[in-house]
T-cell receptor, first 113, second 118 residues
Framework: GESVGLHLPTLSVQEGDNSIINCAYSNSASDYFIWYKQESGKGPQFIIDIRSNMDKRQGQRVTVLLNKTVKHLSLQIAATQPGDSAVYFC????????????FGTGTQLKVEL | GAVVSQHPSRVICKSGTSVKIECRSL??????MFWYRQFPKQSLMLMAT?????????EQGVEKDKFLINHASLTLSTLTVTSAHPEDSSFYICSARDYWDSSYNEQFFGPGTRLTVL
């Protein structure tokens, strides 16, 4: 079946540097994408979302880029802080598929002091 | 706003017993809730979609008789793991969708329930 996947399982960055987490999706019918942050033992926390009619969306210190041509999604975190250490998941939603979310495999972000 | 709670946060039970997990939307109405299971260092896997007042829709490979879902009100869905076995030990997470959200896409997640079956 179709799935959402990530290129890197673990990403280590220095505090203050920018982080880029990538995600590849395979369902061209997906029309809504979300990035979640999950800390150990907790539920996913919404970070930022983007709809398929956009290619970029910015939040506070975070930016999501969507490239529908190559089915690629990325999350950029500016000035990464120790509190950003967590697992990050991308998820895709297909309105015609019952509005269910399909999660990617996740990337562990480690911020080094 | 848009807070989802789960109870209990942690539960340990003996093999063969049943465990009920509650998912509540605290400040909004949710006609649809979702139940996920997450094994250590893995992603969230959707188990079922819970619809208020109707039967849940289960994903392929999920036993509906083992994972009983009841969505009796607009703010509460329950997941009962029947005759639990050690392989059912996992992190169970629910999410809810706001009925009045015009986009009807965003899901709000609960904090999860850690189930350990001895």
């Amino acid at each position: 079946g179709e799935s959402v996947g990530l290129h890197l399982p673990t990403l280590s960055v220095q505090e203050g540097d920018n982080s880029i987490i990538n995600c590849a999706y395979s369902n061209s019918a997906s029309d809504y994408f979300i990035w979640y942050k999950q800390e150990s033992g907790k539920g996913p926390q919404f970070i930022i979302d983007i709809r398929s009619n956009m290619d970029k969306r910015q939040g506070q210190r975070v930016t999501v880029l969507l490239n529908k041509t190559v089915k690629h999604l990325s999350l950029q975190i500016a000035a990464t802080q120790p509190g950003d250490s967590a697992v990050y998941f991308c998820a895709e939603n297909t309105s015609g598929g019952g509005n269910k979310l399909t999660f990617g495999t996740g990337t562990q972000l480690k911020v080094e002091l | 706003g848009a807070v989802v709670s789960q109870h209990p946060s942690r539960v340990i039970c003996k093999s063969g017993t049943s465990v009920k997990i509650e998912c509540r939307s605290l400040d909004f109405q949710a006609t649809t809730m979702f139940w996920y299971r997450q094994f250590p260092k893995q992603s969230l896997m959707l188990m079922a979609t819970s619809n208020e007042g109707s039967k849940a829709t289960y994903e392929q490979g999920v036993e509906k008789d083992k994972f009983l879902i009841n969505h009796a009100s607009l703010t509460l869905s329950t997941l009962t793991v029947t005759s639990a076995h050690p392989e059912d030990s996992s992190f169970y997470i629910c999410s809810a969708r706001d009925y009045w959200d015009s986009s009807y896409n965003e899901q709000f997640f609960g904090p999860g329930t850690r189930l350990t079956v001895l």
